[in-house]
């Protein structure tokens, strides 16, 4: 294990202009993560605009309260989460309010050796989802599909661009998320993120991508073969907790578990594509290498020896 990806709220941070203290507080979040330094670890930062679910803590309230900032409000989040009241990320109002915050993070942890990657989230959590896509192109007066080519792909362009202008001195991983079963999206956010010589990566590895490849979700399979060997991230993090068994069944299963199956095939096949970098959940690290985990005896040896084998890659 290299080091620790930990989600980064913008609010956590960005307490607003004239805020007690400065606008930018960094002591909290810097002592939370210091342990992971401590143990020799690098720690990747997995920054949130918004939050995912349906109340938005992750999104500082002085933006919030912004009467400028164009909202919508739609079903589409996990389990059909309904979202009241939800930004629209590529307005001014919004945008131009997080790339401050873009700027301040990468400011903020230049030069320091301990931070392995940011991942900007440009929507919902550490991603790229076109959550309220529908109300947002008819907002627009645009079919999705038009709204997708001129205004979301535009958007996240300009703010892989944006992020190339600030000279990052760490790695950057851009999101990519699929969006009604079209490649479209992911293989446009990919090649965004290589023009600027950024690294991509894919959040929803799961058993079927090894049934139907070469079409795994988001692409990724296709996309990694074609970007293989710029020297950048090709990260991959299974959709939920892997499930040992294969067979597991709700309501036992954590959200996605089934879905993503069991990980040591998942791991020795992302390395054959390619993939350099995983996001591992805990409760499969603690499966490999846990001995008081309840997975332990059973699991551990095929567990910590897939996850040995892709690190010696």
Not at 44 to 55: A, C, E, K, M, W
Not at 94 to 112: D, E, L, M, P, S
Not at 144 to 161: A, G, I, N, S
């Amino acid at each position: 294990v290299d080091g620790v990806s930990t989600a980064l709220n913008w609010s956590a941070v960005d307490r607003g202009p004239g805020a007690i203290g400065g606008q930018y507080q960094w002591r909290a979040f810097d002592s939370g993560i210091q342990r992971f330094i401590d143990a020799g670890k690098k720690v990747n930062l997995l920054v949130q605009p918004i939050s995912y679910g349906s109340t938005n803590v992750a999104t500082p309230s002085y933006v919030m309260n912004d009467p400028s900032v164009v909202k919508v409000s739609c079903r589409g989040g996990p389990g059909g989460v309904a979202y009241t009241d939800f930004p629209v990320v590529y307005e001014k109002a919004f945008k131009n309010a997080y790339k401050v915050f873009i700027a301040q993070v990468i400011q903020h942890y230049a030069n320091n050796h301990h931070i392995g990657y940011i991942r900007f989230g440009l929507s919902v959590g550490n991603e790229i989802f076109a959550q309220c896509a529908r109300e947002e192109a008819a907002l627009a007066g645009l079919t999705v599909p038009q709204w997708r080519d001129q205004m979301w792909f535009h958007y996240d362009k300009e703010m892989m661009d944006y992020e190339k202008s600030l000279n990052p001195t760490m790695e950057i991983e851009s999101p990519m998320t699929p969006w009604g079963g079209e490649a479209i999206w992911t293989d446009t956010e990919a090649a965004n993120a290589v023009a600027d010589g950024f690294g991509f990566g894919c959040q929803g590895l799961q058993a079927s991508d090894l049934a139907r490849y070469p079409t795994c979700t988001a692409d990724w399979c296709n996309l990694f073969n074609k970007y293989a060997g710029r020297g950048a991230i090709l990260e991959l993090s299974t959709l939920g907790p892997s499930d040992p068994t294969g067979t597991c069944e709700s309501p036992s299963c954590a959200p996605g578990q089934r879905a993503t199956g069991p990980l040591p095939q998942l791991i020795a096949f992302a390395v054959e594509h390619h993939a350099n970098t995983f996001e591992i959940y805990p409760h499969d690290l603690l499966t490999a290498f846990d001995p008081k985990h309840p997975r332990y005896a059973e699991y551990h040896k095929i567990y910590a020896a897939a996850i040995a084998a892709a690190h010696g890659q």
